[in-house]
């Protein structure tokens, strides 16, 4: 299995514990909120933070695994129309994942690199309580886990052709 492949199915194993740690940190915000009536600033932008994360690089851990869902009423006991099926879902993905590579490139580009006359680096913010930079890091996430999944795209596509008769 490709590097790729196996980083990408370590990633989605490890971004999968981000919902444990999510439950984890909604069950202090209720302690605090009703048990104590300290409710905190931070719970729910570090759950978005870690949904954002675990999903994101979730299409790559599907593709590497090769568990995304397919609908094969049509294609079943077809092979030419089975490859046809799979290469055309090859090109839709690679068409719709560089442009998305390019999108969340040019919004992580915004969001990130942003300074102030004086230097200061001041990335995108939330504008909560809070204020922690999840947009920015989102946006970066998402385009590392659209150049990842591309990745992982291709080179299922290129071990499917080189293994085909």
């Known amino acids: 299995m490709p590097f790729l492949s196996q980083f990408a199915l370590w990633l989605g194993r490890t971004a999968a514990w981000c919902f444990g740690a999510i439950i984890l940190v909604m069950v202090y915000e209720v302690v605090a909120r009703y048990g104590f009536g300290a409710p905190t600033a931070w719970a729910h932008e570090v759950c978005v933070m870690l949904a954002g994360f675990a999903f994101i690089f979730g299409g790559a851990f599907c593709m590497a695994e090769g568990t995304h869902m397919r609908i094969s009423v049509m294609v079943e ?17 690679i068409t719709y994942l560089s442009g998305l590579a390019y999108a969340s490139w040019r919004m992580a580009d915004r969001a990130i690199l942003r300074f102030a006359l004086d230097g200061t680096w001041t990335p995108e913010r939330t504008g909560s309580s809070f204020n922690a930079p999840v947009p920015a890091f989102l946006k970066g996430m998402l385009f590392l886990g659209a150049v990842l999944f591309l990745a992982v795209l291709i080179g299922e596509a290129i071990r499917r052709r080189a293994s085909q008769p």
């Open 77 to 93: 006991n077809r092979p030419r129309l089975e490859r046809l099926s799979h290469w055309l879902s090859v090109a839709a993905g």
